[in-house]
């Protein structure tokens, strides 16, 4: 593989993070497309469909509860101790994947509340907000005290599916990790973690199961490496 300061796969997740060696990540932020969006789809409560008539993009698969345990597992495993992971998620997820979590052996510290700034689908009561549930593994300090739970960014419009604004992203990434450490997405959709990571002077290492999602996230990270600086940035390891 060719110097650079990220990596993309096209695998699925847990397959992926089997494949890594125990403690080698520094900071995960995932998405995962989960159960619970199925459900939205039959109620009309969601644009999240399998094919948009106002995009090229096929919708992502969904990822069932059921494999949560395994998820969950390997995520702890193949990050290094006294470090974070961020799980985006609705309200539903949340209380599942919560208790799956912490038997991993994660701390679980408090959703935090990403308002979108703008309504979204509903009947009752208009969707504004999603959760990102925080998990520690050790003890790491958060690099600022005074950013608040509830986290005030403009969603993205007319974007990737399910898309995270890179802004967004950046505020995790500044709190829970360094210059230069690696950053993990194994449902990485757009690539919005890996544009902030690079922009943040991180490492990043990207995996989704859906061919479109790895190709606009190729292209994404490559306009982004073009604008970052790079001088004296560890570059990723071909192994």
Known sequence: MSKQRWRLENLDAVELLESF?????????????????EKHRKLGTTTRLKHSKSSSNDWFQIFPNSR???????????????????????QETMFVAKPIAEAAGFKFWKPIVW??????????????????????????KLRSLSIP?????PRVRGGYP?????????????QSSEPGELVLDPFM???SVG????GLSRLFFGNDL???????????????????????VPEMSAG
């Open 68 to 90: 949560f345990p395994k998820l969950f597992e390997e995520l702890y495993r193949v990050l290094k101790n006294n470090t974070h992971c961020y799980f985006y998620c609705d």
């Open 189 to 191: 959709g757009s690539g």
């Open 162 to 174: 399910t898309e995270k604004p890179i802004a967004l992203n950046a505020i995790l990434i500044e």
């Open 149 to 153: 739970n509830v986290l005030e960014v």
């Open 115 to 140: 308002d979108k700034m703008y309504n979204g689908m509903g009947y009752h009561y208009r969707a504004r907000y999603e959760f990102i549930l925080f998990f520690e593994k050790g003890k790491r």
């Open 195 to 198: 544009a902030a990571s690079l």
């Open 210 to 232: 859906s061919r479109n999602a790895v190709d606009t996230a190729k292209k994404l990270l490559l306009e982004t490496a073009k604008e970052v600086a790079c001088c004296g």
């Open 21 to 37: 060696e125990d403690e080698c990540i520094d900071l995960i932020i995932t998405d995962v497309a989960y159960e619970s969006l």
